[in-house]
């Protein structure tokens, strides 16, 4: 079968396309056959070992010392159940299913074995397989957060990098928990922002969302771009401020304002669940939440479409189609 191994670390360059053994799935695995997946911000991280200094060390262990320890990257499929192992009770071939995982998915390739234990369901009926693979990077991070910051009907939302994967969904699940939803993002992304559901939106080019005498109960920022000090100036007392890429600076200075201000300051990863895609499923069979694609590339073109999210200004997902498109 074709996958594409990470030959190194480095530029998008280090990623091939070779021919490599088909997995044969264990007792608890299924064997999907990839359709669709992703190139995530955390697959352009680890392709290029682009980490906070302090986590240096423990990252080489756990990613592989001189290059990736997982030569097939990619950590999200939405495929077709080809085969089942002998102790597999959820799934049978034929099932449309998609999955997400951080380390164990080796989703830049044909096929990809997946347990029947890791995050994986089958996918929203009403979705073709490049939406399905759209969906759990960012969607999976916008509900974990959202849910931990104890979002109600009625508060007063703002979302800090309102058009990326993870700022794409949390304004469409913001709006579905009934938040009054102020998205910031810049200019070129204003209208697509506004058609997910916002009901204002802030061009950072143009205007600080600190400034304009607006308060939060939950302030997002889903990029790590945000300041600190002044979000902690326009949340509400009992606020919840909300930081998905937290390296260990920022933790240590959350920690601080927590204490300082007896506000909540929540920093970690959002690590992927059965119960989180069939969560996703049910908004987007129900139509409250849809993906957003930004472009989609051919496996071939896999280099390319790390060089585009290298450039840090997409919008949505950018999807990999494998073999024929199966967009309806």
Known sequence: MKAVIATQYGAPEVLQVQ????????????????????????DSR????????????????????????????????????????SAVTRFQPGDQVYAYDITRLNAYAEYACVSEDQAVTLKPANVSFEEAAALPFGAVTALHFLKRGNIRRGQRVLIYGASGSVGTAAVQIAKHFGADVTAVCSTGNIELV??????????????????????????????????????????????????AVAGPAELIQMKLAARRTGKTFIGETAYPSTKALVDLKDLIEAGKLKPVIDRCYPLEQIVEAHRYVDQGHKKGNVVITVGQPSRG
Do not use: C
């Open 19 to 42: 021919e490599v053994a088909k997995p044969v799935p264990q007792a608890k695995q299924i064997l999907v056959k990839v359709h669709a997946t992703t190139v995530t911000a955390g």
């Open 46 to 85: 680890v392709r290029s070992f682009t980490v906070p200094r302090s986590f240096w060390l423990p990252a080489r262990l756990t990613l592989g010392l001189t290059k990736p320890k997982k030569a097939i990257l990619g950590m999200v499929i939405a495929g077709t159940v080809e085969a089942v192992g």
């Open 194 to 243: 506004r058609s997910l559901g916002a009901d204002r939106v802030i061009d950072y080019t143009k205007e600080d969302f600190a400034t304009l005498g607006i308060t939060y109960d939950i302030i997002f920022d889903t990029v790590g771009k945000s300041s600190l000090a002044a979000s902690e100036r326009v949340l509400n007392d009992g606020g919840v401020y909300l930081q």
